[in-house]
């Protein structure tokens, strides 16, 4: 997938736990930790939205694009 999550990094720099994340975002931890491996299809902008106050940064700051080389073999 070409959007990495960086939310794992940016909890660290917070000094965030999962746990006291997920109390602040309202967000189960099963949900939250797959968010953090980066495991997630889609996220709410209000889920974003709250982690981003929660953590006080910008969605930029726990998303990413990575541009994905293509396949030139056929």
């Given amino acids: 997938m070409a959007i990495i999550i960086n939310l794992d990094v940016v909890m660290a720099?917070?000094?965030?736990s999962l746990t006291e994340l997920a109390g602040e975002v309202d967000i189960t931890l099963a949900?939250?930790?797959i968010l953090k491996n980066n495991k997630?299809?889609?996220i709410r902008f209000s889920t974003l939205e709250a982690i981003c106050k929660a953590l006080d940064?910008?969605?930029?700051?726990?998303?990413q694009y990575i541009q994905e080389e293509e396949d030139?073999?056929?």
């Fill in 72 to 74: 030139t073999e056929n």
């Fill in 13 to 16: 720099m917070r000094k965030k």
């Fill in 31 to 33: 949900n939250l930790s």
């Fill in 40 to 42: 997630a299809k889609a």
């Fill in 57 to 63: 940064c910008q969605p930029g700051d726990i998303l």
